[in-house]
């Protein structure tokens, strides 16, 4: 038997994409984030109802929107921003910085406990995912080369989040 172009493409495509789904299933439960009580637990069908297809990649399938596609990479508006599945406040817009990628970046979380940190493994890289600690929503990753006063960039997919503006500043 013996297998055209097009059949071995798209054989190893498939064993790629099925070898980076079981690596990063992997990274998570040795980073024990399969041990984390998310208080906010749907189905895929519940997601689905609210999300929009594209949220529900992101945020429940962890892909990752284009790199300036998104609606708040270049948002300067003053608010808060949430994840979209759960409302949980995530990030405040004066720690939002432009940091060059072509996604919404931040220096610091509203709080240590908005976010949960798991080791990614997937695609032969070595990141740290950031996902939200209420419903588990995968929201993007967090690198060391951000601004001071943390030094961190957290790297995020619009699509996974919700931005509330600020009325105050607004009405002014």
Request: charged fraction near 25%; include cysteine.
């Amino acid at each position: 038997m013996y297998l055209n172009n097009k059949e071995m493409k798209t054989i190893l495509i498939t064993l790629i994409t099925c070898f980076a789904m079981l690596s990063n299933c992997t990274a998570q439960e040795e980073s024990g984030v399969t041990h984390h009580k998310f208080t906010v637990v749907k189905t895929d069908a519940e997601w689905m109802k609210i999300l929009t297809p594209e949220q529900f990649k992101v945020t429940r399938r962890k892909s990752t929107e284009l790199a300036c596609s998104g609606a708040y990479w270049k948002n300067h508006e003053k608010g808060i921003y949430k994840c979209v599945c759960c409302k949980l406040p995530l990030f405040d817009s004066q720690t939002k910085f432009e940091s060059g990628t072509g996604w919404p970046s931040f220096y610091q979380a509203i709080h240590k406990d908005a976010i949960l940190e798991v080791a990614d493994h997937s695609f032969g890289m070595e990141r740290i995912e950031i996902m939200c600690s209420r419903c588990g929503a995968h929201l993007g990753h967090v690198f060391d080369d951000g601004p001071r006063p943390t030094g961190l960039r957290y790297c995020l997919n619009s699509l996974a989040l919700d931005f509330e503006k600020d009325e105050k500043v607004s009405k002014k």
